[in-house]
């Protein structure tokens, strides 16, 4: 099977370059007035497509308790002919080889990235080799760069507080956003002079608790804690009944075992602890501590210890990541993957053994992670995921809504 077509497009203005669908006066064809064909002028995406040798994308975290980072993207281009040289007044693009140009990345018809240029890494080799590689972030990177000026907060849920620090004067972001309303409320804190942007709204998030993150196709995300996983998933399987994937990696360990939990809020000044003295007995006293999180009251933070107490006081057999190779897959089975996002709930099935040796481990998990790897022959995508061995109970769901499964949540 081939793999998905990809497009590649860099947010150029070349009004100046006689280059692109731009409004030419006298011109017969792009002097037209009043066509939607030639535009004026600005910035507007142009296929760079036939110049790429290749492109990897990583978005993500390793584990459930981190923060989401920053998307980054690294694309190899072409660049015997210096189209890519900022100094090379013959090049269609000159003058836009610059920094914080817009990247867009899609494969088949689903956008998978959606950033902006940071550097670009010219390497001439001897043999005439010539490449230029642009390498990217996405719009986190924007936030971890900004400050905010002091000022403080009224008591409001989670996702208001989200909005609320987008629109200040400082920031004023200008991008989509998807922002759930929240489940908890926030107390009214003082915000001092210089507190970083992104550091402030991932407090937000793990207040909540919830997600922070930019979307594949460029929107600042944040979701509450009010996303209920459903059984009615996309399957990754070894065994022909879904989605082929090779080289699973297993977690069981320590790395999210908690059996002592203390949450301290600043609104209060009070912590709220959890502890599970089985557990302690079994594996010794492990600490997850969170301070300066900003629940409005102290019944809020010892909720979030329970929790946290109930799904992290036993060890952890979890599915940590997944290769799928695009090539090897049907069309239908490749359009499911492209539409894998952050948070997307799948269903995997693993036999392990060699042979495989039943019964087959199945478990449902949360995508935490999404990586590509692309050339003109070759895509592949390789998955973190994060256990929903402890996920929260959903009514009338056929495996999360059963008696005895999943926590009740808060």
Known sequence: MAKPADLVELGFDLTENN???????????????????????????????????????KRGKSRQLDRYATGQASIVFDNND??????????????????????????????QYFGSVDD????????????????????L??????????FTNVSQLSGARVTAVLEREEIKWSRPTEIDPGRQTLGADVVA???????????????????LFMSKAGSLVFRDRDVSPISDSPVLADDGTGINYQGMK??????????????????????????????????GELTLSQTGLL???????????????????????????????LNELSTANQNKVLDFELGTVV????????????????????????????????HFVSIGFATLDGSVFVLDDAVFGRIGTGVLGF
């Open 141 to 150: 990177r924007t936030l971890a760069n900004q400050t905010l000026s002091d």
């Open 295 to 325: 629940m409005e009251e102290t019944a809020d933070a010892q909720e979030l210890a329970d929790y946290y107490s109930a799904i992290y006081s036993s060890p952890e057999f979890r599915f940590e990541s997944v290769n799928v190779a």
């Open 120 to 139: 670009w890494n010219l390497n001439f080799e001897p043999n005439g080799n010539n490449n230029a590689e642009a390498v990217c972030s996405d719009a």
């Open 193 to 211: 002079s210089n507190t970083n942007a992104l550091a402030y709204l991932q407090l937000v998030e793990a207040s909540e608790p919830g997600a």
């Open 82 to 111: 210096r189209a890519f040289d900022p100094t090379f007044e013959a090049s269609p693009y000159y003058g836009q080889i610059i920094p914080r140009r817009d990247i867009r990345i899609t494969s088949g018809s689903v956008i």
């Open 19 to 57: 280059t692109g669908p731009y409004f030419r006066l006298d011109n017969e064809t792009a002097g037209r007035l009043n066509n939607t064909d030639w535009v004026l002028g600005g910035t507007i995406f142009f296929d760079v497509t036939s110049r790429v040798k290749s492109y990897s994308i």
């Open 347 to 378: 269903k995997i099935i693993f036999t392990p053994g060699n042979p495989a040796t039943a019964p087959a481990i199945e478990k449902f998990a949360e995508i935490i992670r999404l990586d590509h790897t692309a050339d003109s022959t070759f």
């Open 250 to 283: 297993v977690v069981y360990g320590s790395e999210l075992l908690y059996n002592t939990i203390d949450i301290t809020s600043k609104i209060t000044g009070e912590t709220a602890s959890a502890i599970n003295a089985l557990s302690q007995g079994i594996y």
